[in-house]
């Protein structure tokens, strides 16, 4: 037996097929019966005249004749002589395969994930997903960038605070990594401009519909750059490209949510924080608490006026006050670092956020680069050099001008397509409460 994929069933119009898959409905017309089969490359409609043994979910062989049909979805159906059940229930499935929509609770779809991910309308989101992933690789290679891939257990918490996962590594104390941050910095002064794919960790007890302890960063960093607007400037084309890439190549899984990808500008409208906070104030009557940056609410708002404003779904929040961003980032002010008082204009770094659709998705921003001002950043902020020696070594030995992103991949896509939560956008969603499946 040669089997025939289903995307190549034109190539093979009039002719014997034998066909390998999952059914994913079946339906009876009198003495006909009409079966939605797929495999890895879509599905086909398989007309039977007879009825058949198989049932939904099962995994079968379909020998038949391709058939040009202009009604039937990909314009060909299979006119099957006979199918063999290779791979059986042995319970009845816990909800319907047949059904467009997967009418589950969150929780009980996350229960049920390693089968609620063989519908079709979950199989749309990671295909899209897919996309994403695809498009970054390929943009950030266009753009002269070396992928990399670096350690996920460290000897120091990379981004400070708390909220970081320790482990007993070979009877010593270790972290899992809250970003690429040390190791991208590092390789900019191996290769200029690096990029990854890959885990990050957060013990962050949030009960959200956004945030997520484990999430895959699709993280960057870039050397000999003048300023932060650099970096936001390389991260507007690699967004544009995502977003023209997905819509592109995923029409038939954007269908599925009846959704559409909103253009990205070609430069990204760019506000101050401690203007967007004003803004916010002046045309929405809403205070951003002094006790954050920015909040949820400031953020769905800043995107609003980003909307009115720009008509953009997109926004750059900039300069972010020096107490609330890591150590590494570079003060706007190199003389002042973190001496001003807190919600002092001129206490500002080169730090920025990119929000989407009033949700941050991406945190960049240009580092420090000199050594001693370095250690100085650290000794302000009250940063203990003790296991990160490796890292502060490196700026010794002439680092350049340097900065970066990461960029929350499975926000962009629960953002895109209106997920209820992230947890969708995730294949086995890790929180504060699940570790299964």
Do not use: C
Not at 73 to 93: D, F, Q, R, W
Not at 128 to 155: C, H, N
Not at 379 to 400: I, N, Q
């Amino acid at each position: 037996m040669s089997r025939i994929l289903i995307k190549n069933l034109k190539d093979h119009s009039e002719k014997d097929v034998d066909l390998m898959g999952r059914i994913l409905n079946i339906r009876k017309l009198g003495s006909i019966t009409f079966v939605v089969l797929q495999d890895y490359t879509g599905t086909v409609q398989v007309v039977f005249e007879q009825e058949i043994n198989s049932g939904i979910g099962e995994a079968v062989i379909v020998s038949g004749t391709a058939k040009l049909e202009e009604r039937a979805k990909g314009g060909v159906e299979v006119a099957a002589k006979k199918i063999e059940t290779i791979s059986k229930n042995y319970e009845e499935l816990p909800f319907d395969f047949a059904s467009r929509e997967i009418n589950l609770q969150l929780n009980t779809l996350l229960d049920l994930r390693t089968l609620s991910l063989r519908h079709p309308k979950v199989q749309a989101i990671f295909k899209l997903y897919d996309l994403t992933l695809e498009a970054y690789e390929k943009v950030m290679r266009e753009q002269g960038f070396t992928e990399v891939k670096t350690p996920k257990i460290l000897e120091a918490a990379s981004e400070g605070g708390a909220n970081f996962f320790k482990i007993d590594y070979f009877e010593k104390e270790a972290f899992l990594a809250q970003s690429p941050q040390f190791y991208k910095q590092i390789m900019v002064g191996v290769f200029e401009r690096v990029f990854e794919i890959g885990p990050v960790f957060r013990a962050e007890p949030h009960f959200t519909t956004r945030h997520i302890n484990e999430y895959i960063s699709l993280d960057a960093e870039m050397g000999f750059i003048n300023d932060y607007k650099d970096v936001a400037k390389m991260l507007n084309v690699v967004i544009k490209y995502i977003f023209e890439y997905v819509r592109d190549n995923g029409q038939q899984y954007l269908n599925e949510y009846k959704v559409e990808v909103p253009d990205v500008p070609a430069e990204i409208p760019m506000v101050k924080l401690s203007e967007i906070r004003k803004i916010v104030k002046e045309k929405y009557n809403y205070t951003i608490p002094e006790n954050t940056d920015i909040d949820p609410e400031g953020e769905r708002l800043a995107g609003r006026w980003a909307k009115e404003e720009h008509n953009s779904d997109f926004l750059f929040i900039t300069n972010y006050f020096w107490k609330d961003k890591p150590f590494y980032t570079m003060p706007s002010d190199p003389s002042r670092g973190g001496e001003a008082e807190a919600g002092d204009e001129q206490n500002e770094t080169e730090g920025f956020d990119l929000i989407f659709r009033g949700t941050e998705i991406v945190t960049g921003g240009q580092r420090i680069h000199d050594y001693k001002m370095l250690i100085d950043n650290m000794a302000k902020k009250g940063v203990k050099p003790k296991g990160m020696e490796f890292y502060l070594d490196t700026f010794k030995f002439a680092m350049p001008p340097h900065g970066g992103w990461g960029i929350g991949s499975e926000r962009l896509i629960y953002l895109l397509l209106g997920l209820s939560s992230i947890k969708e956008a995730v294949l086995f969603p890790r929180d504060v409460k699940r570790l299964a499946p």
